[in-house]
């Protein structure tokens, strides 16, 4: 696993409502919203019952419970002896990301993963994003990636925080499944890649060939790139080869994460994925 691992003193530590906004808790809850924050920290936060359900434990911090929550609600959770916190309704309103919250939230350490993360499964399969902005996009991206038994997925320094609420939210839990390298460098990756003999594909509307043209049960990297300008040029001529999607109607391009989708499940029928159903 590539999570950080560390020992933990395991405690139980339910205070009574908090309802200042001078709490340690909230203040730090506040500064998580922001990428600044996150960053500074090594936090982050999931809202959600799902959500929550997913963290692996060795990255667990402390809950907050909004304090209207249903009764049993909090009791139906198995905190594991991890701290927990009642806010009351208004500072929980502050702090919540949703219009509709369920009442909880959990803080956790970031997932730390590295290169050598990515290429544990043979073939290699690996997607690479640049500069993608949107959160829903993003997450969508890591999701498809984990559903099609990719090995992990490489973020440029220019793509959106994957610890953002609304890319956690969207991801439903497959940052987790998954190793996420973020930060990363593309033209140094591709360098890397081609190192270890992955071929690399960049998803690109100057591409000549379709994925259905290329082998693909081959170690293989796909690029995806900015939502309104794709890849950058230098980042795609890098790249072992452009491939397009046909486009058989008037729409201009596909989005983004549709396009990585399509690409995605391309892999997995061609490595006969589907005959594990």
């Given at each position: ?5 560390m ?72 905190t ?34 590295d290169m ?7 073939p ?61 460098d ?9 190192s ?27 690029y995806v ?10 980042t ?9 999607l ?5 729409a201009e391009s596909l989005?983004?994460?549709v ?12 490595r ?6």
């Open positions: 696993m590539w999570y950080n691992k020992d933990r003193l395991y405690c139980s530590e339910v205070e009574g409502v908090i309802e200042s906004r001078g709490n340690r808790i909230f203040r730090e809850l506040v500064r998580l919203r922001e990428k600044r924050g996150r960053d500074k920290s090594g936090l982050f936060f999931c809202e959600g019952e799902r959500l929550v359900r997913s963290i692996p434990e060795n990255i667990i911090k402390y809950y907050v419970f909004r304090e209207s929550v249903e009764d049993g609600f909090i009791e139906g959770f198995d594991k002896g991890f701290p927990v916190y009642i806010f009351s309704d208004r500072l929980f309103r502050e702090v919540s990301d949703t219009v509709s919250s369920q009442g909880v939230i959990c803080v956790c350490e970031k997932p730390v993963a050598g993360d990515i290429f544990t499964k043979k290699e399969f690996i997607i690479v994003c640049e500069d993608i902005q949107d959160p829903g996009n993003m997450g969508t991206v890591i999701r498809t990636a984990d559903a099609g038994g990719a090995g992990g997925v490489i973020l440029t320094k220019g793509c959106v925080d994957v610890y953002s609420p609304k890319v956690l939210r969207s991801a439903m839990g497959s940052v987790f499944n998954l190793p996420v390298v973020t930060g990363a593309a033209g140094a990756v591709t360098e890397l890649l081609k270890k003999g992955i071929l690399t594909l960049s998803a690109h509307l100057r591409g000549t060939l379709t994925p259905y043209e290329v082998n693909l049960k081959l170690p293989v990297a796909i790139g900015n939502e309104a300008n794709g890849l950058r040029a230098e795609a001529e890098k790249t072992d080869m452009l491939i397009r046909p486009i058989i109607g008037g989005n983004a994460s396009a990585c989708g399509i690409l995605i499940y391309e892999v997995v029928r061609q006969g994925g589907y005959e594990k159903i």
